[in-house]
């Protein structure tokens, strides 16, 4: 956002000695500038859960608050693919959580799995589900994102 704004307060200069940008040229530097924000990675917006052997675990996007429960974003970076049922690798898995705080459970509703890291490529599976709430197992990457969700 700060390149954007950078952009924008450029303004043509005129007077003796100096370079005056015509209007074409501002709107294709701005017109650059925002393609280059809208490309930046998808994990620019993961805040990380946790990273270890097997993967890393974020969380992300906006949080929507119904009482105890907070539904959010997950995002799995696997360290080394998983294979489908289909005999395809899946490098990252997107999930749909819902977490309840004061139960301390949590319940998947939505989940994608993707050729790439960062939910990027070829979609591999997707999944939707009712919510069924499970209890969450103490020191696991479920139980620390519900101290980090659950804690605001």
């Not at 970076?77 to 459970?105: H, M, W, Y």
């Not at 994608?112 to 197992?137: C, D, K, S, W």
Request: net charge neutral; glycine share 8%; with cysteine.
């Amino acid at each position: 956002m700060t390149q954007l704004k950078w952009l924008l307060s450029l303004q043509p200069q005129t007077g003796p000695g100096s370079r005056s940008a015509s209007k074409p040229a501002v709107l294709a530097v701005l017109l650059c500038g925002a393609l280059l924000l809208c490309s930046l990675p998808a994990r620019a917006q993961w805040q990380l859960i946790s990273a270890g052997a097997e993967a890393e675990y974020f969380y992300g996007g906006e949080l929507q608050r119904q009482g105890e429960q907070i539904s959010l974003w997950r995002l799995s970076n696997f360290v080394k693919p998983l294979t489908n049922l289909e005999g395809k690798e899946i490098l990252s898995e997107k999930t749909r959580t819902t977490l309840d705080c004061q139960a301390g459970k949590l319940a998947n509703s939505e989940v994608t799995r993707y050729a790439g890291l960062n939910a990027q490529g070829e979609v591999m599976n997707h999944y939707e589900t009712p919510l069924r709430f499970t209890r969450i197992a103490p020191d696991s990457v479920d139980d620390l994102l519900l101290q980090k969700v659950c804690a605001h």
